[in-house]
Each structure stands twice: as C-alpha cells, then as structure tokens.
C-alpha cells in the first residue's frame, strides 16, 4: 500500500466521524446535555477526550479557530456538563445516529472493527495528542459506539499529524484555509462564517501568503501549489503509520467505503463543508 490508501481511508472515515458534527439528531443529543448553542457542543465534544480543558489547550489542538470563538465556549461549557456526561453522550448520539442511516451497520461493525482495533494499536501516538486521547478512552460496550470511536481516533490522527506539517511550514490556522480554497476551488466563503477569523484577519492572512510568494490575488502560484502538494504528501505518509503493517487493512477500507457513501448521500453531513472528505 503506498500513502494514497491513507488518503482513502481519510475519505472512509471522516464522513463517519463527521455526524457527530452534523446530524440534527446528535446536535439535539448535545443541547440535551445542556450545553449551549452548536459550538459550545462542538468544542466541548471534540475536546472531552482530553479533559474538561481550557480554552488555550483546543486553540492549540483544533489549530484553525479564532482565540475568540473557543473563549465563547471553554471553560464554560464545563459548568453546564460534565465531562463524563459530554463523553457518554456523543457516544451514544452518534451510534443512535450510525444505526439510522446504515441500515447493515452491525455487520459493517463486525467486519471493520477488526482493522480498525489493529491500526489504532500500531499508529504512533507522539505528538499526536488528539488521537492519543480518544486511543485511551475505554472501548464502548456497544459495538457501533466502539465503530465510531474507532473511526474517531483514527480521523484524529490524521488531523494530528496534518497539524504537525502545517506548523513545520509555518502556516498558521487562518493561511491554511486560504491555500485550501485556492488550491481546491472551494469558496473560502464555506470557511469565512465557521472559524471566527474577522475581515481584518482574512487579508493579513492573505497578505503574509502574497509577501511569501505563494498567492497571486486568491490564485495559487507555482510555490504556492508545491507547497499545498507537499503539505498533503507528508500528512498522508504520516497517516499511513497506522496502516502500513495491517494484513486487513484492505479489506477494513472495502467494508467502510459502502457505509461512508450512505452517510453521505443522507444529507445528514452536507457536502460540501469545512472538513473535505466526500467518499463517493
């Protein structure tokens, strides 16, 4: 397997991983546990495996927030749910949310979870703290809340590790939206409402990339594209760590790509959005 079957992993997975984010069902789960508003959800959610952290830890992890938008949000989400509520709950949401839109979800469990336990056990955890905390969350009772934790952790290895490449190529949070859109077409417009960076932030961000040779206006140049290239070249072959010594791994992507496409296409996770990944 060469690093493109992490890329199609990614693209397996994060749908998956993503309901959690995009489901009405499990963002009604999370207002339930009294947290306030989708964001406060969102933060808190995503950063409990970590612990009832501060707001400076997720600027941190998360990586392309605004300061301002986490502040919102952490520390208060903690008065409102515990941590052990937050986790058991997004959990049971997205499992609840797995079994509604994948009508042969326990066979895709049973078939998947195999692979998935052997690339989680073989993927390197250092520097990687957003995987390394989901890896040591107890593995749930329930097999399809174990299927999405297991999706979870992966996905967030890739994360970790695509964080890692953006800060050896000293592209901030802001700047890495910017090259996406031009390198992908997207319209930065599906970014500017969602990660709370101002007008102001936009074109110094813009500005830092033009003074680097590597936007012409919001068009990529030749340094600009290399760079975009190599950024995604190292995240994959850092993804592939966790797959590169799994025998089922094949075969773990072949039984999860039918049942990312489901997701998918129920309009539960809109395509597209700020995470990227479409599966079909």
Same mark, same amino acid.
């Given at each position: ?12 997975? =994060? ?28 933060? &808190? ?57 994948? $009508? ?19 993927? $390197? ?20 809340? =174990? ?8 996905? =967030?290895?890739?994360? *970790? ?10 592209? *901030? ?13 997207? $319209? ?34 030749? &340094? ?20 590169? *010594? ?25 395509? $597209? ?8």
């Amino acid at each position: 397997m060469d690093n493109d079957f992490a890329r199609s992993m990614w693209r397996a997975i =994060e749908p998956l991983h993503a309901i959690t984010y995009f489901s009405p069902d499990a963002i009604a789960a999370h207002k339930a546990l009294g947290l306030r508003g989708f964001w406060m959800g969102y933060f &808190a959610t995503r950063a409990a495996p970590i612990g009832a952290v501060g707001p400076g830890v997720v600027e941190a992890t998360f990586y392309n927030f605004h300061p301002a938008m986490v502040r919102r949000a952490l520390p208060d989400a903690w008065g409102y749910a515990t941590r052990e509520s937050v986790l058991a709950g997004r959990s049971a949401a997205a499992a609840a949310v797995l079994r509604k839109l994948i $009508p042969e979800v326990e066979a895709v469990a049973a078939g998947a979870l195999p692979g998935l336990r052997a690339a989680i056990a073989s993927a $390197p955890n250092t520097g990687r703290p957003l995987f390394a905390a989901n890896r040591d969350l107890p593995a749930p009772a329930d097999p399809i809340e =174990e299927l999405w934790q297991a999706v979870t952790s992966l996905r =967030e290895h890739r994360g *970790d590790g695509h964080v890692a490449c953006l800060l050896s190529e000293g592209v *901030d949070g802001c700047e890495a939206h910017l090259l996406f859109s031009a390198a992908s077409g997207v $319209p930065l417009a599906l970014w500017e409402s969602v990660r709370g960076w101002t007008e102001t932030d936009w074109a110094a961000a813009r500005s830092r990339l033009h003074d680097r040779g590597l936007l012409d206006g919001d068009t990529l140049t030749a &340094a600009g594209r290399a760079l975009h290239e190599h950024i995604e070249a190292r995240t994959y072959a850092l993804a592939m760590t966790a797959y590169r *010594d799994i025998d089922t791994a094949a075969a773990t992507l072949d039984v999860l790509t039918p049942a990312a496409v489901l997701v998918a296409r129920s309009g539960d996770v809109p395509y $597209p959005n700020p995470m990227g990944a479409d599966p079909a």
